[in-house]
């Protein structure tokens, strides 16, 4: 039925099979519709959201996806500056995943804001002083980038590439994709960064506040540093998990193994900043406005020092390791839960920079304040999986997606 | 910034062993700045209270036990050095909330104020509301409603103004009169006038005339402590919230009780006893 | 010509293209964004000329002078009216709020009548001849006591305009409801005779012993001891706080001295002996004393040792001779009565033995002392002109002394003994221990006529309402009292117009004793109320009506007074809580919460802590040591003799292990959303003791039992 | 070879077919698209600039006619009707009451005006419902008082000369935002000649700018 865009070579399912999963995804997607058109129409008061968690899942999401995000304009960097060629053969993917992040994370802030129509203002009253500005500004003009990154794999598309136009603009892209790629990484950097600087400036929050340089506080460049260590491990999980969905070996391992690679030394040397953060915090920062440490992690039900355990030994200084040793990398099982480990901590490092901030009682008569999230939250947070799902599946049905496809599945389709 | 001849820097101090905790303040500031009401107010952390009073224990149990009420309005805090940029205000990404510098008032616009939320997460007073509802009176009672604070719409942050309308209607006053002088009693919060017990006193900090800075007597200098705390009480009785964090607030309050002027702050082990004497640089003197 | 894909996008290109670089999208953002700040469903108010208006609020026994900003004639905010001589500036919540009961949803917009249990609306000209009609065969068939009239307080012009048509129509039963000052005059009768009633001089007592007696919870004229507090404070006076709870008076008290409930009667007998056998009470004062102090020493010193009295109290024998020394040292000390705001059921032996320590320690018509005092005599009512039938029927036994003593003794007799209820500014259906025993009394009343602005219980339950206008909509002389120390009579005056179909309740009385004519229109006659208010008080309506009020009394009241001690001495006894269960459920006053007539505000309601009521759930307190395995927050349920409620539980360090405290004026059961349907009305769980020696309620509580839910 | 294949092959048919339209020697079709593209353009682009500002506003004829000159010519200035208070509030437009100083519900001229006034309004002691031209939204504060008493400005620095004229215009009001026309200015991107033009914040903040030194804070102007 849709053969004619079906990149040439390529095996897909049948039409009906993909319109079938399509459906059911689209099902979820539609569920978030509902929850993201009651919040529009009926207000915040959909949520629950409160006075003390004015940020929660939401902005939780929004931080989780662009870290995870990261992946992009980092694998982005490597190929394009870095010159490291082996990449191009994820590159591809790993921007399509960046885009479904950021404009998931733009649809997630659209929702979140308690006046969507007024929302422009962030740009016509900009206030230079806030990250959040900083945040807007960047990220919209990564998402054009990404955009513009995304459409020369679009313009590849087998009927698209037939005009003329198409395929020469696609070639020409590809040709200036170095400049886009350093753009990107430059303004990657300030909005990663921004996205840390939002908790760090709180300089009323002893749990989120943070020293820093000039006017960027430590947790600017850890948030940063974070997105390209933790980024890939996430493009690398899609990829793996696109792999275990098609039946298909799409990225050749030596590719895999040399993001693992990078990711792994880049995962190894943010923990040890982050532990560096973390003792220096809690030793000097902290003590010094009167809080012990204790203070941030008892006296609730929820946030123990298990939530400090897990980020950063078990989801930080293990899959780092687990990546920086040739045998455990070059193992598909450890080195899946290596990135499963490492996505899980860079999202609980978010949680904990937005969540556990709001929780903590700062007035000495204050009370944790713990919160659940509503339905319609939780499905407007799914909302982007569901579409990432189907955007993924969309592209990899009919562009190409992955350049090594065709060589890695060759034997199986002559076998046929 | 304006650089005004004769700055104001309004500000207030509450006496906590006055203050019987009635809720006069609290219902005064509701009446007067057009707050609206729901059919369940019970959820304290979704219900609009610019002035909320909060109930302190000193812990211990029966019959050592003691209480009192700390009311709480908008801090107004001028931010660390005290140089304007507040926590909420350095944070507002659509400069929909600014710092003051002719009065120290932490003034709003909630019309330009697209929702974000982000001043909330900065202020650890909680001293900031979103309206998570539609403003909704009673048939009819709307009528009660005042022209000089407009209502908000749903989806954007308030708090409290310090009654600003109150000023501009002293200021009106006095430009009618043809005077530069605004009396220290043309301009008073609905709070503090509305307070049966004279708990709240309201004023100029930067007059020496008015009331408010007799009590306080702010130190102009920097705390030898920490340098981004300006305008300590020089009176021992005084007391800030969460003064060690560096927000300078121009709220202070006032207590004989050392187990309440020392839930104002966050201490180590051992460390209130060192700085409870410490009362800005004029201690060191 | 071939249309074909081609045609098609040049004209959407074409479109996209003429759109964009027109104005419409930039004008569109813009605007649309404008829209959002000017959403249709946002009131905006309208502005024009400030003015003030001035009243005095009537919602509390307080009596505050308020001042009422008006904007192009519409009231927008009340405050505290500076000059006012009771509050001088400053306002409570519920007085701040007033505009709220202005415009409630619930105010009773026109004269209902009861039909098959539903109220239809009728007009005042048929509800007067409804309720004409009735009061006529009443007096036709010579049973005119079989009227009976509740009011709030006896005080005032409008009270006193009823007992006139009681006079004049030949009932003697118009009751009361119970109020601090019912209370204050009953005791000052006791002990001093009658015509007298007590008052407080908090603003210059230097020791000031509380019985727990919500100095800074409600007490007496709330605002006018809010500031006697605060003076204190600055002054250096003392207060001590006796009372089972950390009340936030006792919070800010210099001392607090924990009490088993119900027992302050003894403590302040105890103390009594203690002055009498130290010596330390005044000679010159004594020798007004009469009716047998030396008997009267002899039983507290029997009856009440100290050893005993400190078992029974809870309070260590030393700290009672030490407080009872304190006070009786002091210059200036004061005593008070009156648990919470003092108009709960409490106990005349209690009020009498309290102001015994304030007649020990002579402190009595002096500066910072008690004032006995003539009750308030300004108004000059004209004799009611009685024909044969009201003569008859006014000299008939009265069946009551108190609003409470009435219900019961309707609810348990099987004749009716009323067949016209009159019920004004009450709601008895509510306030009273065990309202649904109330209700049922009502039930059996065949007609029940409620002079009322609000839709409330007692309303419900009533046959015909006459609406009648707020405080801010009419004319009402409003004397001080409940303990204030001087007398203060203040003008309410129309800030605004009816907002609905509603009178005062004087044009109503006279309307209708008009229409009943005969020497009913002779003894009201009065083109209307403002006419008559003018004639009754000749001497100070002139201050009333230019400065809005007149200070009839103030500063100590002159001459000695004489002390009876003959109705103490015979050791009245102490009413004892219903029940066997191990706890006591004591009700609590909070000031944000409204317990009598009317109910609170949408405002105050939002005041209340979620630690009292949550969503529609009520917390009472309980010391942990009490809750034996029971979870803070936990539901349980919560017996006594009366009913059992589902409630949940709030730890308190601050009360007494074996007490359960509750606040009153929760679980209102009219319809209004924003106050009504949340917590449970404690007055369900007790019933009523009547306390023989005053007529009164006395049940200050009761037995209960908790268990998990 | 198969399926593939199978699919490939019917692929470049379908491209096969299309690209024959897609002809460049046949290019009616293009001229087509183009003239399409034209004539949409126009029609969207005049109807933007010339349609779309007529259809946003609605017009609101007021309920009778005002003659400013007149009424200047009698009393000799605007403060007459248009005053501050005493306590410095500013009266805005007259209510009927003070009309009263002067007129009575007998008409003193002849205009068909001034009777429907003393008919409709005087003698039923109602407010005149005008339209305020210059009226600003909610949330917006506005010290008459700060302008005149202490900036010395006169009325006709902002509002223009309207005292000279001698009928009402009809109000525009914006369909979408309720605002007066005036607020945004006439010209529909908001430029302007004169102060009175237009009344927005940017408007206001120009000249604070220019003499006070800074824009002013949030309050000062909001409410």
Known sequence: MDAALIPEGAKRCSFPK?????????????????????????????????????????????????????????????????????????????????????????????????????????????????????VAFCLSCYFAVLTIEFIPNILENRQLNKVPFFHHLAHNMHGTMAIFAATGAFLSFFHQGSLGGVAGVLYGRPFAVREGLLIWPWTFFLFTWSAAAFGPCFTLLVTRITEAVTGKKLVKDNVIHLLAKISGWMIFTYIIAKIIDTIYWANVTVPGLGYELSHFYTGNSLYGYWILVTEIIICGVIPGLLLINKSTRENPNLRLLAIILGVIGVCLNRWVMVLQVMAVPVMSFDTWALYIPSWQEVATTILPVAYGIILIAVTYRYLPVFPQELELNQSKAQES | MIQDKKAHKFGMVIDL?????????????????????????????????????????????????????????????????DHGHSPCVSVCPATATDYGYDTGIVSQIYTRCFGCRYCMAACPYHARYFNWWDPVWPEGMEKYLSPNVSPRMRGVVEKCSFCYHRYQLAREQAYFDETDEIPEDAYQTACTTACPAGAIIFGDLNNPSHKIHQIVKPDPHPDPLNHDVVGKSRNPKVFRLLERLGTNPKVYYMSEREWVRKLGDSYLEGEWDKVKNHHGAASHD | MKVDRRSFLGLGLGAVAGIAISPVGAKLTDDSSIWTQNWPWTPVPPDGKITYGQSVCTLCPGTCGISVRKIGGRPVKIEGQDTYPVNNGGACLHGIAGLQYLYDPCRVKTPLKKNNGRFEPISWEEAITLVAGRLGKLR???????????????????????????????????????????????????????????????????????????????????????????????????????????????????????????????????????????????????????????????????????????????????????????????????????????????????????????????NINKKGGTFVKPVPEYLAFPDPVQDAVARDGAAKEKLAGSAPELVTKIHQSDAPVVDTLFVYNANPCYTLNDPIQTSAAFEKIPFVVNFTAFMDETAMASDVILPISTFLERFEDVPSKAGFAGLVVGLARPVVDPVFD????????????????????????????????KSLVPGIWNDLYKKGYAVVSQGPPAGRMETNFAFLAENPPTIQPQGDADLILVPIDNMRVASTAPASSPFAIKTVSDRVIKNTDMFVEINPKTANGLKDGGFVTLTTPAGSAKVRLNFNEGIMPGVIGMVKGLGHRFDNRYVAGKGVNVHELISPVIEPGSGLDAAFGVKASISKA | MSEIENKTEHGSMDGAKESAAEDPKNDTGLGLGVIFFILAFLICFLSGWLLFPKLLYSKHEQPFNFDHALHVQETGDCESCHFLREDGTFSGIPKTESCLDCHTDEPMGETEDEAIFAAEYVAKQREVPWYVYAKQPDCVYFSHAAHIKAAGMDCVTCHGHIGESTSSRPYEENRLTGYSRDIWGNNIWGITKNPWDSMKMDDCAVCHEEETGHKGYCFQCHK
């Open chain 2, 17 to 81: 062993d006055k203050c019987t905790g009635c809720g006069s303040c609290t219902v005064s500031c509701m009446a007067e700045n057009n707050i609206p009401f729901k059919e369940d107010e019970s959820d304290k952390k979704d219900s609009l209270t610019w002035m909320r009073v909060y109930k302190l224990t000193n812990g211990k149990p029966f019959p050592e036990t003691q209480t009192a009420y700390l009311p709480r309005p908008c801090q107004h805090c001028g931010g660390k050095g």
């Open chain 3, 140 to 362: 036709k068939n010579q049973n005119p006591e079989a009227l009976a009239c509740i009011t709030d307080t006896n005080l005032g012009s409008v009270p006193g305009l009823f007992s006139h048509f009681m006079a004049a129509f030949g009932s003697p039963n118009h009751v009361f409801m119970q109020t601090l000052e019912s209370w204050l005059t009953q005791t000052a009768q006791t002990l001093h005779g009658p015509g007298h009633t007590l008052g407080f001089d908090l603003e210059n007592a230097d020791f000031i012993l509380s019985f727990g007696a919500g100095i800074i919870e409600g007490w007496g004229s709330p605002v006018a001891c809010f500031k006697a507090n605060s003076g204190r404070r600055q002054r250096g006076g003392k207060l001590y706080q006796i009372e089972p709870r950390l009340s936030s008076t006792a919070a800010g008290a210099d001392k607090w001295i924990p009490i088993h409930p119900g027992t302050e009667a003894d403590l302040a007998m105890a103390m009594c002996g203690i002055l009498l056998q130290e010596n330390l009470f005044d000679p010159e004062f004594a020798a007004g004393f009469r009716g047998g102090l030396n008997r009267f020493n002899a039983m507290v010193q029997q009856k009440y040792p100290v050893e005993q009295v400190a078992a029974i109290t809870g309070i260590s024998a030393a700290d009672i001779k030490k407080t009872a020394i304190a006070f009786a040292k002091a210059k200036m000390p004061v005593a008070v009565p009156g648990k919470g705001r003092g108009d709960g059921a409490q106990s005349l032996k209690e009020f009498a033995a309290i102001h015994t320590l304030n007649c020990l320690t002579g």
């Open chain 3, 502 to 533: 509603t009178r005062s309740p004087g044009d109503v009385l006279i309307h209708l004793a008009k229409t009943l004519g005969g020497t009913m229109g002779e003894s009201f006659d009065w083109p209307d109320y403002k006419t008559c208010l």
């Open chain 1, 18 to 134: 993909f319109m079938l999963g399509i459906a059911i995804v689209g099902a979820v997607l539609l569920w978030g519709v509902y929850a993201m058109l009651l919040c529009w129409f009926k207000g915040l008061n959909q949520t629950n959201m409160n006075d003390y968690y004015g940020f929660a899942l939401w902005i939780w999401a929004d931080l989780a996806v662009i870290a995870v995000g990261g992946g992009a304009f980092f694998t982005g960097l490597l190929k394009y500056i870095f010159k490291i060629d082996e990449l191009k053969n994820i590159i591809n993917f790993a921007v399509i995943i960046g885009f479904i992040c950021y404009s998931s994370a733009l649809l997630i802030l659209a929702i979140d804001i308690g006046q969507p129509l007024r929302g422009w203002f962030i740009f016509w009253h900009a206030n230079v002083h806030s990250m959040l500005t900083e």
